[in-house]
């Protein structure tokens, strides 16, 4: 059973950078892609980002001068960092497995309600 | 790029069928077989319904069909029960290591 955990602060400072974490369980990370969505409250989602097992990154083109995403093999963690945030980074975070690298999001975690305020 | 374009909302009785759209681009959905549809309830990660176009993961009903015709993709929900009442989004590869969602659909079960 493939599972997925969020973890991060759930309040972030107005030019600060937001860090979550995944972690994966029932799964090696050393397989598939790896990725980030999130969701403002009450709104649509929004792909952020993915990486490969081998480190390899792809991310959104709107976020990419602030996002980073980085893997950890011998903890079976990715995790995201987006920096300089706004309100309008004000969201719902969800990881999931790529199993295709083509669009097929297949397991996901919970997600993490991370809010942007002073 | 823009989102992919999704109505609002939806709805049919039990027993009938619906269909949401989802239109893009020749950039994205024209482009790629690789459209895939989630299913989310309020408050819950979404699911994965459909992916490249019309391939259900194991454990979906076959009540749920994907399909395309050039810039627009199509899910089809058939036989309606109450269970599907709920969100539902589109995503297509949109090249250039890109990958777009539509607004998502809201699904009501008469």
């Known amino acids: 059973q493939v599972q997925l955990q969020e973890s991060g602060p759930g309040l972030v400072k107005p030019s600060e950078t937001l860090s979550l974490t995944c972690t994966v369980s029932?799964?090696?990370?050393?397989?598939?892609?790896w990725s980030w969505i999130r969701q403002p409250p009450g709104k649509g989602l929004e792909w952020v980002a993915y990486?490969?097992?081998?480190?390899?990154?792809t991310y959104n083109p709107s976020l990419k001068s602030r996002v980073t995403m980085s893997v950890d093999t011998s903890k079976n963690q990715f995790s995201l960092r987006l920096r300089s945030v706004t309100g309008a980074d004000t969201a719902v975070y969800y990881c999931?497995?790529?199993?295709?690298?083509?669009?097929?999001?297949?397991?996901w975690g919970q997600g993490i309600l991370v809010t942007v305020s002073s | 790029q823009s989102a992919l374009t999704q109505p609002p909302s939806a709805s049919g009785s039990p027993g009938q069928s619906v269909t949401i759209s989802c239109t893009g681009t020749?950039?994205?959905?024209?482009?790629?077989?690789?459209v895939s549809w989630y299913q989310q309830y309020p408050g819950k990660a979404p699911k994965l319904m459909i992916y490249?176009?019309?391939e259900r993961p194991s454990g979906v009903p076959d009540r749920f069909a994907g399909s395309k015709s050039g810039n627009t993709a199509s899910l089809t929900v058939s036989g309606l029960q109450a269970e599907d009442e709920a969100d539902y989004y589109c995503?297509?590869?949109?090249?250039?290591?890109?990958?777009?969602f539509g607004g998502g659909t809201k699904v009501t079960v008469l």
């Open positions: 999931a497995r790529d199993s295709s690298g083509w669009n097929r999001l297949e397991y």
């Open positions: 029932g799964d090696s990370i050393s397989s598939y892609y």
């Open positions: 990486i490969y097992h081998s480190g390899s990154t």
């Open positions: 020749s950039s994205d959905v024209g482009g790629y077989n690789h």
């Open positions: 490249e176009v019309s």
């Open positions: 995503s297509s590869y949109a090249g250039s290591n890109n990958v777009l």
